[in-house]
């Protein structure tokens, strides 16, 4: 256990439709990464907030979007959903902005249909 | 952006042996090199990381070795046990604009008795 959580564990949705994941970083860790993993991208890197400032970017898509509230934990909003992005979601967390381990939490895997 | 190769995607060894696996990067400017091991249905852990100021870094059977001029950088296990059949991603990040990293596309290993 990496001490991230996420939920939901599982996600099944049509498409056109709109989801929110939820993610909670280890204790003390500042910053929240969110990757997505399919069986035709691999592990992508979408986006890192640091103690509630966006860090960096990587190719989201302008559907989606990301926060890191207050309390550090961080939800990914998934928006117009098309088949394509059926995958797993990851959150990773690590202490500082900087080239830290990224300890990542066990997934969300949403299924659009 | 930086770009991530690696090589084998898929290894079959007996059990005893070593195996290797290489990852060659693109961004001269990564400095910042770890491994993970990917287990079925689980997430990604960390098993042992490389920054670009040291050659050679040793954890029990695990040792990766780095290669600045060429950039490439290679994850050697001795030894292997089933327990070490899964999926492994190298990965590349660099100092600046926060921790964003970039993974190879995996070599999923299997440990034959």
């Known amino acids: 256990d990496s001490g991230v959580t996420q939920t939901p564990k599982h996600l099944i949705t049509a498409t056109g439709q709109r989801v929110t994941l939820r993610c909670s970083p280890r204790s003390g860790d500042l910053s929240v990464y969110w990757y997505q993993q399919s069986l035709d991208q691999g592990l992508q890197f979408l986006i890192q907030y640091y103690n509630g400032e966006e860090r960096a970017k990587g190719n989201i898509l302008e559907r989606f979007s990301a926060q890191q509230f207050p309390d550090l934990h961080s939800e990914l909003n998934l928006s117009s959903l098309e088949l394509g992005d059926s995958a797993l979601y990851f959150c990773?967390?690590?202490?500082?902005?900087?080239?830290?381990?990224?300890?990542f939490g066990p997934g969300t895997r949403l299924t659009v249909l | 952006g930086e770009n991530v190769e690696q090589h084998p995607s898929t290894l079959s060894v007996q059990e005893g042996d070593s195996a290797v696996i290489k990852c060659t990067y693109s961004?001269?400017?990564?400095?910042?090199f770890p491994w993970y091991k990917q287990e079925l249905g689980k997430r990604p852990q960390l098993i042992i990381d490389?920054?670009?100021?040291?050659g050679e870094k040793k954890d029990q059977r695990i040792a990766v070795t780095l290669n600045k001029t060429a950039k490439h950088f290679s994850l050697h296990i001795t030894e292997t046990q089933p327990e070490d059949s899964a999926v492994y991603f190298c990965?590349?990040?660099?100092?600046?604009?926060?921790?964003?990293?970039?993974f190879g596309t995996g070599t999923q290993l299997k440990v034959e008795l």
């Open positions: 961004d001269s400017a990564s400095n910042y």
């Open positions: 990965a590349a990040s660099r100092t600046g604009g926060g921790n964003k990293l970039t």
């Open positions: 990773a967390s690590s202490e500082t902005s900087g080239l830290d381990t990224q300890y």
């Open positions: 490389i920054r670009s100021n040291v």
